[in-house]
C-alpha cells in the first residue's frame, strides 16, 4: 500500500496524542473540520477506525492504539533529524570572495576570526563569480565592484581597491634613471580583466597621443597571475599592492611610481541576505572583518 497523505498523517499524530480534535487543531493550525476530513481519509486508507467517537470525547480504538505510539516515534525521528541539519548549518560559515583578496588579505586573518569563534567551522572559497545566495551553499561573499547591489542583500563597504604598477627590478632598470609614467609605455603592460591602464596613465598625466605608440596590453584572469608574470619580467602589472606586500617590499618587484588609481567602480563589499543579517554566524563575521578593516585602515593592522 502506498504511503498516505502526509497531512493525514500528521492530523491523527496529533489528535492521538492530545485524544481531541479541537487542540490537535490549535496545534496546527487547522479548523477541526479540517483534522476529522484528515482523519477520515487516512481510515478510508486503512481500510479501519482508528478513533471510537464517544458523547463530547474521542479514544483511539485498538488498531488506532497501535499505530500512534510508532507514528508518534517517526514524528519524533524526524524532528531530532531536521534539527540536527539545522544545528550542522548554523555551525559552518562558508564565505565566498574574490580570489586575490581570498588569498592574499583574508586567509591570513582568517585563522584569528576560527579562534575567537571556536564553533564555528569556516570554509574559504575564492571566485570572481557572482553567488546566488538562493543557490549556493554560501552564507556571506566579498565582492569588487561599484555597487549598490540587489535589493535583497545588506552591502557593507570594507575599502576601496588601489592600483599601481609593479614590476622586475629588471624591467625598471630599462626605464633609466629618472623615469616618467610614460616610459611604462614602451615596457608590456599586464592587466586584470575590469581594470584599465588608460584610468592610471589619465591620472599620472599621460597624453593620450603617447598612448596610441603602446601595444595592447597582456589580460590575466587574477592578479596573482599576474604579479607572478611580472616578477619574470614579463610586464609591467597593474595591481593591488595591499595584497602583495612581501612582494613589493622584497626584491621580488618594486613600484617605479607612486600613484596610486582610486576608482569609484572598484570598492570590496560584504555582502550576504538581508534576511540573515541576524543569524549568529554572519552577524559574528560581519563584526570581525569591519573590525579587521579598521585596523588597517588606522594603521594598527
Not at 34 to 58: D, M, N, P, V
Request: aromatic letters at 6%; proline letters at 7%; glycine letters at 6%.
Amino acid at each position: 500500500m502506498r504511503l498516505p497523505p502526509l497531512a493525514a498523517v500528521r492530523a491523527f499524530e496529533a489528535a492521538a496524542r492530545h485524544l481531541s480534535f479541537t487542540r490537535a487543531a490549535a496545534e496546527l493550525g487547522m479548523t477541526q473540520a479540517a483534522i476529522s476530513y484528515q482523519i477520515k481519509t487516512l481510515e478510508q486508507r486503512t481500510g479501519t477506525s482508528l478513533f471510537r467517537r464517544q458523547h463530547r470525547r474521542i479514544e483511539l480504538s485498538e488498531a488506532g492504539a497501535r499505530l500512534a505510539p510508532v507514528i508518534s516515534d517517526a514524528f519524533a525521528r524526524m524532528d531530532a533529524a531536521f534539527a540536527g541539519l539545522r544545528q550542522t548549518a548554523e555551525g559552518v560559515l562558508t564565505v565566498s570572495a574574490v580570489t586575490t583578496l581570498a588569498s592574499n588579505w583574508l586567509a591570513p586573518r582568517i585563522g584569528a576570526f576560527q579562534l575567537a569563534n571556536p564553533n564555528l567551522a569556516v570554509r574559504l572559497e575564492g571566485s570572481s563569480h557572482l553567488v546566488d545566495f538562493d543557490r549556493d551553499d554560501v552564507d556571506a561573499a566579498i565582492r569588487l565592484g561599484p555597487g549598490p547591489w540587489h535589493r535583497g542583500l545588506r552591502a557593507h563597504r570594507l575599502f576601496c581597491q588601489r592600483l599601481t604598477p609593479v614590476c622586475s627590478p629588471t624591467l625598471a632598470a630599462r626605464l633609466g634613471p629618472n623615469p616618467q609614467p610614460r616610459d611604462l609605455l614602451r615596457l608590456p603592460l599586464i592587466e586584470e580583466e575590469g581594470t584599465d591602464w588608460g584610468l592610471w596613465f589619465d591620472l599620472a598625466g599621460v597624453d593620450v597621443a603617447d598612448r596610441e605608440t603602446a601595444g595592447p596590453p597582456m589580460v590575466l584572469e587574477t592578479q596573482q597571475m599576474m604579479v607572478n608574470a611580472a616578477a619574470v619580467s614579463a610586464g609591467v602589472a597593474l595591481v593591488e599592492p595591499l595584497m602583495f606586500p612581501g612582494e613589493v617590499t622584497g626584491d621580488r618587484l618594486v613600484r617605479p611610481f607612486d600613484v596610486l588609481l582610486e576608482h569609484d567602480r572598484n570598492q570590496y563589499w560584504l555582502v550576504y541576505p538581508a534576511g540573515r543579517h541576524n543569524a549568529p554566524k554572519i552577524r559574528a563575521f560581519r563584526d570581525w572583518v569591519l573590525a579587521e578593516v579598521a585596523a588597517m585602515e588606522d594603521g594598527t593592522d
